[in-house]
């Protein structure tokens, strides 16, 4: 999987963060839902929304690893949000958080695969105090899903992100795969 951890980005206006954004999702190997994630702090005094770290999500279903092409996927028919057991999934949300650090590996993030409960004080040990300033206070923007997992919206807590913004398109698309085939 190749590292989604960019060099900030400046965007004009939020529709050009949700295109940058947008163009991410194919680095995410999940079959059921592309998804891919901004931590984005917008300085409103300058009309400038800077795009700080983007993560997609990574699924590693039994005996396959994070990078793997997947030709299967075990909670392709499920309904959303259960059973994460079947696919050690690393979750958008929480790769965008975990790429403000350059460097830091997938296996490194892998401690914190949406069917972890991880304590705040393991969510928070994996931060310097100058990326949890950097993330305290700015907005999460989600593409390719229509809401944020519980475990997920407690990561951002953790860290100080309350603002998540859906991307109505792509969610709206996704959510209405889900409703077709009665997994929502």
Not at 100 to 112: L, M, N, P, Q, S
Not at 165 to 173: A, I, S
């Amino acid at each position: 999987m190749p590292d989604p951890k960019l060099q900030e980005i400046l965007a004009k206006s939020e529709e050009e963060v949700w295109d940058v954004v947008r163009k991410t999702l194919p680095g995410s190997n999940c079959l059921k839902t592309h998804t891919a994630a901004a931590v984005v702090r917008c300085d409103e005094a300058e009309g400038i929304y800077r795009i700080l770290s983007i993560g997609v999500n990574a699924c590693a279903p039994t005996g396959k690893t994070y990078d793997s092409k997947l030709d299967a996927c075990p909670r392709m028919d499920i309904k959303t949000g259960t059973n994460y057991g079947l696919c050690a999934s690393l979750h958008a949300e929480r790769s965008a958080c975990l790429n403000i650090r350059e460097g830091r590996t997938v296996k490194d993030e892998a401690v914190f695969a949406s069917h972890l409960n991880a304590q705040e004080s393991e969510i928070l040990s994996a931060f310097t105090p100058e990326e949890l300033k950097l993330l305290n206070g700015a907005s999460l923007y989600l593409v390719g899903h229509y809401w944020s997992c519980e475990s997920c919206v407690s990561f951002l807590k953790t860290v100080g992100i309350t603002d998540i913004k859906l991307d109505k398109l792509t969610g709206g698309k996704t959510k209405s795969a889900y409703e077709s085939k009665k997994i929502c």
